[in-house]
């Protein structure tokens, strides 16, 4: 699969890019695992253009995590051309769009989902800023606003016209938020509809729910969010079984727990331990998910202060599930 001029060397899975959580120590690590592409935090258009700190920071991409795309997100094209200009300083393979974000604080300022509500500035949007770089620009859509209003497929039509490389579709409307069903009926007609990639998105959880979105909406890769949450691992799973259909199995608990630890010593190198630590409590509740004693463990994970007391946490982990 090419996005663009850029090769991907398997069309297995796409780390999706979820605020909060995507960061390069996640990103490293799921490339790590085999995600043949990823995809960094959404981060506002706005702040680029007003040299916020932080929004900068978030377009950081490391040589270990390449290929790999930004995200930006905005209502107003202008803003989002300009901040598509100051992304390829991090000489990003591609520029996505977010317009699936269904988070309140995005889509209720008019980015975002929102945008699904409006073809037309979508698609001025999506010009601007094909127009404003040279390297391949991405967007990401759900199925609609509402289910009143299912037009991915519309969406789409004017991506492609407007000049996008590949189009990945979250199989959910913005009301629906994650809750169930995921629509692959509208995902197999937005492949059907449009000719540049089309990346499926939802639920994708191991190898078997991967090749079965493959199977039922014809796309060309699949994307992974919340089943990579603790679980790293689920690329090679997915790869595993695209290729040989090889079932592998979930690591044993002394495993997931080196990974944990090695994944949140990697957020402290890049961010220092006292802001790392504390982000990366999410990510440990995560990795414990499903052992036994879980939930005091994950209240525990909640609480830790150091790479020392995570460590003798994971530790404690291992020996109560050995």
């Avoid at 999706?16 to 995600?35: N, Q």
């Avoid at 995560?286 to 946490?313: C, H, N, P, V």
Wanted: aromatic share 4%; net charge positive; hydrophobic share 40%.
């Amino acid at each position: 699969m090419k996005i663009g001029n850029t090769e991907l060397d398997s069309r297995a899975a796409a780390l999706a890019p979820m605020a909060g959580v995507a960061d390069m120590a996640f990103r490293e690590l799921c490339v790590g695992y085999g995600a043949a592409y990823v995809v960094s935090e959404m981060v506002s258009s706005k702040g680029i253009t007003m040299s916020d700190r932080k929004s900068r920071q978030l377009l950081v991409l490391s040589e270990r995590e390449r290929p790999a795309a930004v995200q930006i997100f905005g209502d107003d094209p202008v803003i989002m051309a300009r901040s598509a200009e100051e992304c390829l300083r991090y000489r990003p393979q591609a520029i996505d769009i977010n317009m699936g974000c269904p988070a309140p604080k995005i889509s209720g300022n008019g980015g975002g989902a929102a945008l699904m509500k409006n073809p037309k500035k979508a698609e001025e949007i999506i010009r601007a800023v094909v127009n404003a770089v040279d390297v391949p620009v991405t967007v990401k859509i759900r199925a609609g606003w509402d289910n009143d209003s299912i037009n991915a497929v519309e969406i789409a039509k004017r991506a492609e016209q407007a000049g996008v490389s590949a189009i990945t579709v979250h199989g959910r409307t913005k009301q629906q938020m994650y809750a169930p069903p995921v629509n692959k009926e509208i995902i197999a007609a937005v492949k059907r509809s449009v000719s540049v990639p089309v990346i499926g998105n939802g639920d994708i959880v191991d190898g078997e729910s991967a090749a079965k979105m493959i199977e039922d909406t014809g796309c060309d890769m699949v994307m992974v969010g919340r089943g990579a949450l603790g679980r790293p691992w689920v690329f090679s799973q997915i790869s595993a079984f695209l290729k040989h259909e090889a079932i592998l199995p979930e690591p044993p608990v002394s495993e997931r727990m080196r990974v944990m630890v090695r994944h949140i010593e990697k957020i402290c190198e890049y961010k220092g331990e006292r802001v790392g630590i504390r982000e990366s409590r999410k990510h440990a509740a995560w990795y414990m998910k499903g052992f036994r004693g879980a939930a005091g463990f994950r209240r525990e994970a909640g609480t830790i202060e150091s790479l020392d007391q995570l460590r003798e946490l994971a530790y404690r982990v291992c020996v109560e599930n050995s």
